[in-house]
């Protein structure tokens, strides 16, 4: 993933001006946490965790970890279907014992 995004952790609890990047950036959406965005290089946004069933927070349903991988596939510019297709291994393997 590092070839295409860069991870950033913004903590609106400890953070200096944490609350008012995060309000820039989530608007009035509501939901839980984590909530997280795809961004391009100017910060205008690509795509949210805002999933068609509402916010994925750390993807564990199939629906969630579906729409995860629609957010690296909507920022990637460098990865390629084979480093994408990994990606959804890993989460799947990640969020499978999860599930209730």
């Not at 070839?3 to 400890?14: G, P, Q, S």
């Not at 100017?42 to 999933?51: K, Q």
């Not at 729409?67 to 291994?89: H, K, N, P, S, Y």
Request: charged content about 30%.
């Amino acid at each position: 993933m590092a070839r295409d995004f860069v991870l950033l952790k913004i903590d609106t609890e400890r953070h200096t001006h944490g609350a008012e990047v995060a309000k820039r950036l989530r608007g009035d959406r509501t939901g839980g946490i984590p909530w997280s965005v795809v961004t391009d290089a100017t910060g205008g946004e690509l795509v949210a965790s805002d999933g068609p069933e509402g916010n994925i927070g750390c993807p564990v349903s199939p629906a969630e970890c579906a729409w995860f991988v629609e957010m690296v596939r909507r920022g990637a510019q460098r990865l390629e279907a084979t480093d994408i297709a990994r990606i959804a291994a890993e989460l799947e393997e990640h969020a499978r014992p999860l599930r209730r």
